[in-house]
Antibody, heavy 122, light 107 residues
Framework: QVQLQQSGPGLVKPSQTLSLTCAISGDSVSNNRAAWNWIRQSPSRGLEWLGRTYYRSTWYNDYAVSVKSRITINPDTSKNQFSLQLNSVTPDDTAVYYC????????????WGQGTLVTVSS | DIQMTQSPSSLSASVGDRVTITCRASQTTSNYLNWYQQKPGKAPKLLIYTASSLQSGVPSRFSGSGSGTDFTLTISSLQPEDFATYYCQQSSTIPLTFGGGTKVEIK
């Protein structure tokens, strides 16, 4: 059974970098039938897919245009986890952030991490 | 981007009612359409994938239908644990996008 465990700070100052990690158990970040995603949720934006990393003989990333200039998602094979970095945050980036596995065969998200409320405030 | 529009945005229903939620995509998603249930403070939970396939462990009172741009989630007999917010999501093209949600409340 795959489980995702998120970690990272819940408060980030404006203009700084938001950093979260998602540890995977029960599967491998190198699974070539999966992708590893970050999704956020806020009252103003609803559920917003931010991006993903996946392995197909080499590592690939896809990012949402809305954050493409500020986002990095990296796999860490030694720890079997992946991370999110979002630079130059503003209060508009305040949201609950989720990591989620994407099953490529069926095009579905699941499981999800527990969610992390990240507040951008000085 | 494919825009996903759900209707209604909220509804009130009683236990035992049949509930139908619709989702319309701004362009075809083939059958790459999923439905999720979310309760307060929790992550979304997958109910239906590829428009009509029931996720393992999900009660059979949930069903999905549709193809192309128009999809439906039906709860055949609403149970107390079904009061939640429901989201559709397309997996046809990136960016992967979600509908705005339908909140099902107790009448």
């Amino acid at each position: 059974q795959v489980q995702l465990q998120q970690s990272g700070p819940g408060l980030v100052k404006p203009s700084q970098t938001l950093s979260l990690t998602c540890a995977i158990s029960g599967d491998s970040v190198s699974n070539n039938r999966a992708a590893w995603n970050w999704i956020r949720q806020s009252p103003s934006r609803g559920l917003e897919w931010l991006g993903r990393t996946y392995y197909r003989s080499t590592w690939y990333n896809d990012y949402a245009v809305s954050v493409k200039s500020r986002i990095t998602i990296n796999p860490d094979t030694s720890k079997n986890q992946f991370s999110l970095q979002l630079n130059s945050v503003t209060p508009d980036d305040t949201a609950v952030y989720y990591c989620a596995m994407y099953d490529w065969d069926y095009g579905r998200f699941g499981p999800w991490g527990q969610g992390t409320l990240v507040t951008v405030s000085s | 981007d494919i825009q996903m529009t759900q209707s209604p945005s909220s509804l009130s229903a009683s236990v035992g009612d049949r509930v139908t939620i619709t989702c319309r995509a701004s362009q075809t998603t083939s059958n790459y359409l999923n439905w999720y249930q979310q309760k307060p403070g929790k992550a979304p939970k997958l109910l239906i994938y590829t428009a009509s396939s029931l996720q393992s462990g999900v009660p059979s009172r949930f069903s999905g239908s549709g193809s192309g741009t128009d999809f439906t989630l039906t709860i055949s007999s609403l149970q107390p644990e079904d009061f939640a917010t429901y989201y559709c999501q397309q997996s046809s093209t990136i960016p992967l996008t979600f509908g705005g949600g339908t909140k099902v409340e107790i009448k």
